[in-house]
């Protein structure tokens, strides 16, 4: 089975982007255009991995979502990705503080995400 | 001689009570010479009968030891006849162990030895003489006549060569020793012999001898009667004695004060002499004794006398009567004395009285002068001293009598003084006055004057000294001098006044009263004196002065007058008045000061102080002062628009209170920093407050380095630099991730187009997205660097003309709306258009964007109105350039960030932009004094007003 990886991301065309990167591999992919949407989906379906943009304009940023799913215990040990454009060392503690397991600076290669993301579910890709 | 007088009133009283009459001397005189008689007779009688029992008690003395001796004697002889009898043959060493026990030397001094004979017939003779010659070869019975019975010395110890004549002799055989051993026999008891010459004698220094018998009988033999003894009796045990040796010293420590004679016998001829102590022409008394001592069957007869100087001292005898006679005598004379001067004194009682009551008026008078008077002799010793001279010189009048005057007045001339007397011997009187010092008791010394005469009287020079101490007198002319001195040195202007004459004309100014008003004393004495600026003015200080005199107060003022010179003066001026010492207004002293320095001080401070509380009062940084108490003493406007805490709450002020206050302020998300209790740190400290608004405060405090310890706080408001930074710094932060999304698109696509073979419609999709996306990008850093560039240059650059409104939107449509465009613009434009002041590029730019917007907002192709409006806003006509559509509209939370860089209403990203546009319109509107009016609502479309100030209106 597949694997269910949740992305959360404001801007169409990074999802557009990140839909046609992980099309490179066997994942479902879950989209969410701001971290409300995103937080409802995961309650409903536990993701095996989430890809979190950090500055999404609404109610909620990336690092709080994250801070929610660690601190619900059904999602507490789901990797977390978070792409952010902010690569100063401050934003990166942030992200770490809020309990993600690493981070993408954007812009990104889609090749790494791949083996981020293939690494974090313990699993190899095709190039 | 005053001194004498004082002290006989006491003596005539004493005298009074003991009046002696003149018959009294003679029969005292009798009465004495009789006492004596009787008193002597007495004495002596007494005296006699004292000697006589003094001396019966030596001779008893005397008589007991003599018969002490002779019975410790006899009990010798009873011991020896005990050891006889006790043994059945006494040896030769018995009987000397038991003499030799004895210690005759020593115990018994005079006792020769003690011996033993034995009797026998004439036929027990020879065998006895044999027996015996066994240890005592040569022994023999002597005499050797023959008789009916022999008596034979046997043994005799000590056996000295003269006790050794005397064994083998027979006592029985001459008279004196028979008759005292046929006593023995017959009695059974000692008896003693006469005076006999020992055997033991030799023919130097014989003394008279005598000799004690004891009986020894058979054992068993009856002794009961004479007869019966005469038969038993064996022997006898015997000593014999020296007399001298025997009584010498038997009587040693008895009859040393008495004369003794002892004769053997009653009759006391020299025949019978046995021992004396006389000496010869040794004077006797008559005082005598005669007694027999009977010892042993035998008489001694003991005649004692004693010596002249036994008897009471005559010369104590005598001296009794004499003493009495001479006594008497002297009483007799001592009366007849006393008697005389009594009647003498009674004549003299009445003169000495009036003498005395006439000196001691005199002394009263004297006492009670003012000034010392001492009278003194020719050679300057004080005679007399009065009250006021002794309490001058602190000391008693009695104790100075008789010192010399230099001791009183050690600075008085000598040399002088014996002038003086030199002249009053030659009968002249003199006197003199003198400055001198006289010395205190204690050594103090203090100024007197002395006025002096001297007279002769009686031969005799007689000098009367007046003394007066100066020292009051001195000390006071001192004092005045001081007074004087300390008023014409003072630097404060004196000035007197007499205000008991009219017009109170000044009588007095000093020094630095000329000084300071460059008047001389002689053009002020004699003159009233005003203190007036000049005499037009009204005269306030006479006014006050003319009060306080008739009030009699005292008062103070400061005035500006008028120096000679023309030059003004201020003055601090003290009047007081002056009384007599009835108590009467006399004189009034004003004392005055230059305080024109001062008052120049004053007012240049008061200018100064009045300058900084201007700048208090508008500086636009809040000022708090407060006391070393920590109470706020004030607070400046701007502080108070800063906390809208009233300033009448704020004054006085405690610290904790305040402290409470500006922290209720405090915005509860930022530390807060204690504001006084730190006071005395330099470094500024921030404060973050929520009420009344949202600010940040720079604090930093003073603490005032001298005088009263107090600290200014400085209260500076950096709101607005603080949100510059923090706004720098989020532009940043956000125009890095603005420009961050599209690269990451173009960079991703591009990764993806590299490693992937995609079909033609997927790769074409791609292109475009990196194409669209590299738009953005290029729109961003264009929008990003117009606006940067508006910013920093502030409208400096701009080329300002004066253009027709028309101008302005024709220009901005022509640059939009492509004549394929589908999007329509409707206008709905004046006929006559206003003229604004802008620039061309800028202003298109503007409106450029705000059409731009609502096109974008209008997702439906609904047309956009545009039209041109004129006001009076803020009391200026203006021209609105106004923007309608019908569009997707705006939230009031949107509306007011519109403005805000990189927000977007449409997050979704189906509407392109940067975010910058209107941020931009906002920034060029303020340059050029305009306004942007913006009313909208959700799906009802936005109207935006672009607001420019008119220059006229023009029909274009």
């Keep these: 089975m597949s694997a269910r990886i949740a992305v959360v991301e404001d801007q169409p065309e990074i999802r557009q982007l990140i839909r046609m990167t992980l099309e490179l591999g066997d994942f479902d992919l879950v989209e969410a255009e701001n971290a409300d949407i995103g937080w409802a989906q995961m309650q409903q379906q536990k993701p095996d991995l989430v890809l979190l943009d950090v500055m999404m304009p609404g109610s909620m940023d990336g690092l709080e979502l994250c801070r929610r799913l660690r601190a619900r215990p059904e999602t507490a040990a789901v990797p977390v990705i978070l792409l952010t454009a902010r690569g100063q060392q401050r934003d990166i503690e942030a992200g770490r503080d809020a309990g993600a397991d690493t981070y993408l600076t954007k812009p990104f290669s889609p090749m790494e995400l791949l083996d981020r993301i293939g690494a974090l579910l313990g699993g190899t890709f095709p190039r | ?956």
């Design chain 2, 1 to 956: 001689m005053m001194a004498g007088a004082a002290a006989q009133p006491d003596d005539t009283g004493l005298r009074h009570r003991f009046e002696i009459p003149d018959w009294l001397a003679w029969p005292a005189l009798s009465l004495g010479l009789l006492i004596t008689v009787v008193i002597s007779a007495l004495l002596w009688t007494r005296l006699a009968t004292v000697d006589e029992q003094r001396f019966q008690s030596e001779v008893d003395k005397v008589v007991a030891q003599m018969r002490r001796r002779m019975v410790a004697h006899e009990e010798i002889l009873r011991g020896a006849a005990g050891l006889v009898r006790g043994s059945e043959k006494v040896t030769r060493e018995e009987w000397r162990d038991y003499v030799e026990e004895l210690n005759l030397p020593r115990n018994y001094p005079g006792i020769l030895g003690v011996g033993l004979t034995v009797r026998m017939t004439d036929a027990e003779k020879s065998a006895h003489e044999t027996l015996v010659r066994k240890d005592v070869p040569d022994y023999r019975i002597r005499p050797d006549t023959p008789r009916d019975e022999y008596h034979s010395i046997l043994y005799l110890h000590p056996l000295n060569a003269l006790n050794r004549r005397a064994i083998g002799y027979d006592m029985n055989s001459e008279p004196t020793r028979s008759a005292a051993m046929s006593r023995a026999r017959d009695a059974g008891d000692v008896a003693l012999s006469g005076k006999v010459t020992l055997v033991q004698e030799d023919k130097q220094a014989v003394q008279p001898g005598f000799l004690l018998y004891y009986p020894l009988y058979a054992r068993g033999m009856a002794t009961d009667t004479v007869e019966a003894r005469r038969r038993a009796l064996q022997g006898y045990t015997y000593s014999p004695y020296r007399a001298h040796d025997l009584f010498g010293n038997a009587l040693r420590g008895y009859a040393d004060r008495v004369v003794v004679h002892i004769h053997d016998g009653r009759d006391t001829g020299d025949e019978s002499l046995l021992y004396t102590n006389a000496v010869p022409g040794q004077s006797l008394s008559g005082l005598e004794d005669r007694r027999e001592l009977e010892f042993g069957g035998h008489v001694w007869t003991v005649r004692t006398r004693a010596p002249a100087d036994f008897q009471s001292d005559h010369l104590v005898l005598w001296l009794v009567p004499l003493m009495g006679s001479v006594l008497s005598a002297l009483l007799f004379h001592l009366l007849r004395q006393l008697a005389i001067s009594a009647r003498a004194h009674r004549s003299a009682q009445a003169m000495t009285h009036e003498l005395a009551l006439s000196e001691s008026r005199l002394s009263a008078v004297l006492d009670t002068a003012a000034d010392g008077i001492v009278t003194t002799d020719e050679s300057g010793m004080v005679l007399t001293m009065n009250r006021s001279a002794a309490d001058m010189f602190g000391r008693r009048s009695d104790e100075v009598i008789g010192l010399p005057l230099a001791r009183l007045l050690p600075g008085l001339d000598e040399t002088w003084f014996a002038g003086r007397l030199a002249e009053a011997q030659s009968g002249r009187r003199w006197a003199l006055h003198q400055d001198t010092q006289g010395a205190r008791s204690g050594g103090r010394s203090f100024p007197v004057t002395v006025s002096a005469s001297g007279f002769m009287r009686d031969g005799r020079v007689v000098h009367t000294l007046l003394l007066r101490d100066v020292s009051e007198q001195l000390a006071a002319q001192t004092r005045m001098r001081l007074h004087d001195r300390a008023l014409e040195s003072s630097s404060e202007a004196v000035l007197i006044r007499d205000v008991q004459t009219t017009g109170y004309p000044v009588v007095y100014v000093n020094a630095a009263f000329e000084r300071l008003t460059d008047r001389t004393a002689a053009s002020v004495i004699g003159q009233p004196y005003s203190y007036a600026l000049d005499s037009g003015a009204p005269d306030r200080v006479g006014e006050e002065m003319r009060w306080a005199i008739a009030h009699e107060k005292p008062f103070t003022t400061t005035a500006e007058v008028m120096r000679a010179d023309g030059r003004p003066l201020w003055l601090a001026l003290s009047s007081s008045p002056v009384r007599d010492n009835d108590g009467r207004l006399t004189h009034y002293v004003d004392v005055f000061g230059d305080i024109t320095e001062r008052v120049e001080f004053e007012q240049k401070l008061i200018r100064r102080t009045n300058r900084l509380h201007t700048v208090f009062a508008l500086s636009p940084d809040g000022f708090v002062t407060v006391d070393a108490e920590g109470t706020i003493t004030n607070v400046n406007p701007a502080f108070v628009r800063m906390t809208q805490i009233p300033q009448r709450e704020l004054l006085g002020m405690t610290a904790a209170e305040f402290e409470r206050r500006m922290h209720a302020l405090a915005d509860p998300e930022q530390p807060w920093p204690e504001l006084l209790l730190d006071r005395s740190s330099d470094e500024p400290q921030r404060l973050w407050l929520k009420r009344p608004e949202h600010r940040v405060i720079e604090r930093s405090a003073r603490v005032a380095p001298q005088g009263r310890s107090e600290t200014v706080l400085y209260f500076r408001d950096i709101t607005q630099q603080f949100e510059i930074d923090r706004m720098k710094s989020e532009f940043l932060s956000t125009a890095a991730h603005e420009l961050r999304t599209p690269l990451a698109s173009i960079f991703g696509f591009a990764e993806l187009l590299m490693n992937r073979d995609y079909d033609d419609t997927a790769r074409r999709r791609m292109y475009g997205i990196i194409h669209r996306q590299s738009r953005v990008l290029v729109n961003l850093i264009n929008d990003l660097l117009d606006l940067a560039r508006i910013e920093a240059r502030a409208g400096q650059d701009f080329r300002y003309e004066d253009l027709p409104v028309r101008m302005l939107i024709n220009a901005a449509i022509e640059g939009l709306v492509t004549p394929e465009d589908t999007r329509r613009i409707e206008l709905e434009l004046p006929k006559a258009m206003p003229r604004v002041r802008v620039d061309h590029e800028k202003m298109v730019r503007a409106l450029t964007n705000v059409i731009t917007n609502a096109f974008k907002y209008s997702p439906g192709g609904e047309p956009v109105t545009l039209s041109v409006v004129e006001a009076a806003r803020t009391s200026r006509l203006m021209a609105g350039i106004r923007v309608a559509d019908r569009g997707i509209g705006m939230t009031a939370e949107q509306q007011s960030r519109i403005f805000e860089r990189f927000y977007r209403a449409d997050p979704s990203g189906n509407i392109p932009g940067t975010g910058l546009g209107m941020s931009l319109v906002k920034e060029i509107m303020d340059l050029h004094g305009g306004e942007i009016e913006i009313v909208s609502a959700p799906g009802e479309g936005s109207t935006i007003t672009l607001w420019l100030p008119v220059m006229d209106t023009a029909t274009t």
